[in-house]
């Protein structure tokens, strides 16, 4: 009996070592030390053995059994280990292939730039104020201090759809249209498609969109107009820009200016962004003219907005030309060509 | 206005280098666009005589020219310009001149025959030449000038100095005037304004006994001076002034034309010399013309004449368009010995009315239309008549000097304060009184009631843009220069800046299209008419455009389709693809003639593809999430429209309110814009959408599982699918969460005329796990009543 455990202990050992199957070492588990294992069979034996042999032969077919198993246990794990590396290593993949993107719509950068604006001026208290495009010539022209065949017209030529009616060629009547209705303190910005009966070429579309801001409270200074508007160059365009304030003139404001930033291409070195002068006109602003509050209150019993004691300023940017300068696009056109190959890359 | 820096010395003492002149002119307000330097660029032209010409050998189009530039000194050149001939004086290029555009003259061999130089065009010598006359625009410069040959055309003809090409702004007619812009530099140097010497002998016999002046309307015309001008001869004009002409941008004609192009652009003033001889009766009127009239225009076009026109007019007619050209029948000619002068005053909407109509927009309707100074009238006119005093003329004993009342001068109470508290800067008292004398104001000081400094400002008649007293704080604020003001932030009441519901709601949707895969287009907002009849839609509302530049601007768009076809059409190249296009804009429409026109903010969407991945439902997807996100829960039902293939189309249904419609373009307007391919398209009102929008509130997610049954029904063909799942929604009972049909199935074990729809239906309850019975239950009933209703089949199996 002896022997045929040892016998036993030796062949197993010897299966063990060959086999490389995880099921076949289970069968060789059952087989051997299960409860209908040779080991099992062999311990029938037992009965039949001295008295004195058996509590020997007992430990040691225990012993034996308790080293097989934790001998298949081990090889059970390894077999496992090898199972599972090799596993994933079928799983392997190129990973420098390319990924899937998914596909996505685009917002119009356009409506982007627009955005951006509309967060930098709303940071500053200004609220947006919607106007028809379709507007009166009242709105557009007189109410704005824009007389009927004043030369200044020509500063605005409009699309005319007969009776008093026009496509707006600004967005300042909304200036008035709101202070009609309300009362200071006002921060607005009025945002959308204005059209002007301007020749096509790079820097000039029929259609373009404008943000046309203004402030009425006491106390609004020239100075609170810079303040302003030296936050939004720099939001926009970096934080170190400069801007510059030329006189200009508009009907509506008095004073009024013409803003520039600095290029931020050439750093202010002159190229060919700038052409050459170091400074990129972006936007025409002033302080409202009072003319403009009269008309403002013209349907009101008792006026509101006394110049003396409110003060206000008002300032319109195309937000092409800010759209263009930020990213670098070089003709006004493209954003309305619609060539999705370009629409894709903002 | 191109202005001379040599002229402009002439009225101010200084000495200051341009780019820097430019500069602080610019941040005055004086703008100046451009400093023009011709003389910085080209150099070595001198005045030639062409002695003789004759064929060039080797080329039909070539000829050479024996050009003396020198006393007896020839030079042997070869033009191909056909308008130059024996005589002519001609700039040429000596080797090793450079021209405009960076060119360098060498001696150079032409089809074998040497050249040692070049006959310059207009443009070579860096002039823009529009004035000149036709031949010479294309050909050579064939100058008008007593220069001596070989003179240095640089030096002495064209353009010895800067000139500063200013941006003139619509209410300062004062900058259209070389003094206009020398008041401003004397008054940015602290130095004074000279003014030129304007004294003449006169005649015994007054300019009355000559003509008559009537002015119909004083409304039209405040103000009209007629001079007398007679023993003129007409002649090239001296050098100095036809050289300055042309270096302020205007052609050199004769004596007495330079002379009023000189004092134009001198004084401000536009002026108009009649041949005396040419007027027929005693008198000239200022009126409208009548009706039938008609005129030649010295530029010897016919204009038919309108009351709404002003015209000067003799005995027998109209002889000049007030302010804005002469007639032909009174031009001065080469006969001319007698002039009539005209110095008036039209009034701005007047001339710019007729000017625009006629597209006749000169010089002087330019400087009429920003308004002229009544009182500067008279001084303008001295200065006129002594220059050609100084040419011989004799000058009649004063002027007809026709005028109504003299405007009111204005005088303006000015607070320094009233400055400080709008620039946000302190304007000093002294300050203020120095910046307004230095512009020509006279300003006295005084103190109101409450102490308060003031000063009374009176304002020079040729400053027609100052009425109030912002414009004064205009005036210290560009005088001080912007970049003084303190630049500072709004105080006050803080404000939260807020962009609205309509704004927010347009931004929400574009980001869900967006993130549903669809780009976002911006077609133009107006149609060429031709789009109504390609693509069958109506033209009801839309606005017709009085003033289009193309066709197609010449109506307002009443609908997104044409404009975003085109837009899917333009990007049909070659490998396109797949396009879905978005776009969030405007349509107008007129709703009755006369009301004030309704704007609408619609959502339109165009799909389509080379392949085989978009259809109806593709698009249709499209909007069921947006009316998902904005909790509505809408209908689509068929409708039939003429741009929409009959059979797929429908309309977005919120109970009976329209909401919009989408479906496949008929594919006969497809063909007509030449697309072959199945084009989807849909609309939906989102000013609409968003008023009917739903708040989002929370419901609670099933805390017990949902049991999913699915269901095929078999039914007639013509019965919609949205009918058999309202019918299930309304029979399932409250057990019955959702429904959603999933497959259609035609063919096999389906009758003719029938077809089957499978539906996924979901039940759960709030507070318990369902049973199979109470599921079994409601879709018994959900049976029996499509069985009844639609004599529909449960599909077994």
Known sequence: ?346 | MLVPVSWLKDYVEFDLPTDELAERLTARGVMVEEIKRPKDKISGVVLGLIRSMEKHPNADRLRLCKVEVKDGEILDLITGAPNVKTGDKVPVALEGARLAGGLVIKKSKIRGVESSGMLCSAAELGLDGKDLPLDQREGVLTPETDLPLGADLVEKYLLNDDMLLLETFANRPDMLSIIGVARETASMLGKPLKLPGTTFPEDERPASDYIKVRIKDFDLCSRYMARIISGLKIGPSPEWMSSRLRLAGVRSINNIVDVTNYVMLEYGQPFHAFDYALLKGEAINIRPAKKGEEMITIDESKIPLAPEMLVIADEEGPVALAGVMGGLNSEVNNDTTKILLEIACFQPASIRRTSVNLGMRSESSRRFEKGLDYYGLPAAADRACSLFASMGGRIAKGAVDSAAEPPKTLTIDFRPERASAILGITTGKNQCINILSSLGMKVKEKTSKAGQEILSVDIPSFRPDIIREEDLVEEVARCIGYDKIPTTLPGGVTLIGTQGEEEEFREHIADLMSAAGVVEVITPSLHPEQVFETFDIPREGSMKVLNPLVEEQSYTRNSLLPGMMKALKSNMTPSWGCIKFFEISKIYLEAEPDSFPWEKDIMGIIMASSGNDVDFFTLKGRFELVFQELGMEVDFEPVQLPFFHPGISAEVLLGRKSLGCLGRVHPEVCQKVDINVPVFFGAVDLGHARRLARKKYYEPVPRFPVIERDLAFIIDEGVLCSNITKEIESSGGELLRSVKCFDQYRGKQIPDEKKSLAFRLVFSAPDRTLTDEEVGRSINNIVKNLSGKFDARLREG
Request: aromatic letters at 10%; one cysteine or more.
């Open chain 1, 1 to 346: 009996m002896e022997d045929q455990l040892n016998k036993l202990k030796e062949d197993t050992e010897q299966k063990i070592r060959e086999i490389d199957d995880l099921d076949l070492l289970q069968e060789l588990k059952v087989a051997v030390v299960g409860r209908k294992g040779e080991l099992t069979l062999i311990l029938r034996g037992l009965s039949s053995v001295p008295d004195e042999d058996r509590p020997r032969l007992g430990k040691m077919s225990n012993d034996i059994k308790q080293h097989l198993i934790s001998l298949i246990d081990e090889k059970e794990a390894r077999l496992k280990q090898e199972t599972l590396s090799s596993r994933l290593m079928e799983e392997r993949v190129d990973v420098t292939m390319p990924g899937q993107i998914p596909e996505t719509g685009r917002i119009h950068p356009l409506r982007r730039t627009l955005r951006r604006m509309k967060e930098i001026f709303e940071g500053m208290g200004f609220s947006v104020k919607e106007g028809p495009e379709v507007e009166t010539e009242y709105y557009n022209f007189e109410a704005l201090n824009i007389p009927a065949q004043h030369a200044s017209r020509d500063m605005w030529d409009s699309f005319y759809l007969g009776r008093d009616l026009l496509l707006r060629s600004h967005t300042s009547p909304v200036q008035v249209r709101v202070m009609e209705k309300e009362e200071p303190p006002l921060r607005v910005i009025s945002i959308g498609k204005c059209f002007r009966r301007d020749a096509v070429d790079a820097s000039h579309f029929w259609i373009f969109n404008q943000v046309e801001g203004f402030m009425v409270d006491e106390g609004v200074t020239f100075g609170d107009l810079k303040g302003v508007l030296l936050n939004f160059a720099r939001e926009m365009f970096g934080k170190e820009r400069r801007i510059k304030f030329i006189p200009s003139y508009f009907p509506f404001t008095e004073p009024s200016a013409e803003i520039c930033v600095d290029c931020f291409v050439c750093k202010g070195k002159g190229c060919r962004s700038c052409g050459g002068s170091g400074w990129l006109e972006i936007l025409g602003a002033g302080m409202i003219n009072p003319a403009v509050y009269k008309w403002a209150d013209g349907l009101r019993e008792k006026p509101v907005y006394d110049p003396e004691k409110y003060t206000g300023f008002a300032f319109g940017i195309g937000v092409e030309r800010i759209a263009m300068l930020a990213n670098g696009i070089d003709d006004i056109r493209l954003f309305y060509e619609n060539d999705s190959r370009f629409l894709k890359q903002f």
